[in-house]
């Protein structure tokens, strides 16, 4: 069985340009959350889509932004990017008890560099 | 707001001796408990899940408890090898699933051949 694909793995952009970041899951998830990895603040919840509803949000700005599709598949956009979002995105899937009970695995990530 | 450490932040063992990792979450009221390991610039791998109503859970080499009303959890590594170097993360999943899961920064660990 496949396992979590994020892409791209790796993007350079500027200053105020937006972002999108793709994430397929595992076949058969249905629950996929996105989380925010840097060296200063460690892993960071952003949010977590099931059923394309987004059920959780962590506590980001309005400029981070996702969806699901019926496929289960998620993108997540960063709008008006700030050299503070430089980071490793994750995002991981699971079935559909989501956080609150099931395993959660992990892609391999997309380095956002912001210049 | 719930909160994760993990002591310690590193660690240095030669390999073949057991090891404990700690970690120590501040709300009580968590649905549960994961360990990961990352190796380094990858995503990470999940290694052990613990329900809030389980005391522990085993795989292998690893061995992972949870005393949910200290709020404590550990890891256990038998028999350590090389291989096992990385930097091993603790996470709850807490808040009614509102606060995601929340990390801890993990433990980095060596393991010298």
């Known amino acids: 069985k496949a396992g979590v694909t994020q892409t791209p793995r790796y993007l350079i952009k500027t200053r105020g340009q937006q972002v999108t970041l793709s994430c397929s899951p595992i076949?058969?998830?249905?629950?996929v959350s996105w989380y925010q990895q840097t060296p200063g603040q460690g892993l960071q919840f952003l949010f977590e889509y099931f059923s394309e509803t987004q059920r959780n949000k962590g506590n980001f700005p309005g400029r981070f932004s996702g969806r699901q599709f019926s496929n289960s598949r998620s993108e997540m956009n960063v709008s008006t990017l700030e050299l503070g979002d430089s980071a490793l995105y994750l995002c991981?899937?699971?079935?559909?008890?989501?956080?609150?009970?099931?395993?959660?695995?992990f892609g391999p990530g997309t380095r956002l560099t912001v210049l | 707001k719930q909160e994760v450490t993990q002591i310690p932040a590193a660690l240095s063992v030669p390999e073949g001796e057991n090891l404990v990792l700690n970690c120590s979450f501040t709300d009580s009221a968590i649905y549960n408990l994961q360990w990961f390991r990352q190796d380094p610039g990858k995503g990470l791998t999940s290694l052990l899940l613990?329900?809030?109503?389980?005391r522990e859970q085993t795989s292998g080499r690893l061995n992972a408890s949870l005393d949910k009303s200290s709020g404590r959890s550990t890891l256990y590594i038998a028999a350590s090898q090389p291989g096992d170097s990385a930097t091993y993360l603790c996470a709850v999943s807490s808040g009614g699933g509102a606060d995601g899961l929340t990390f801890g920064k993990g433990t980095h660990l060596i393991i010298q051949p």
């Open positions: 991981a899937s699971s079935l559909a008890g989501g956080l609150r009970t099931d395993t959660q695995y």
């Open positions: 076949s058969g998830h249905r629950s």
């Open positions: 613990i329900q809030s109503s389980q």
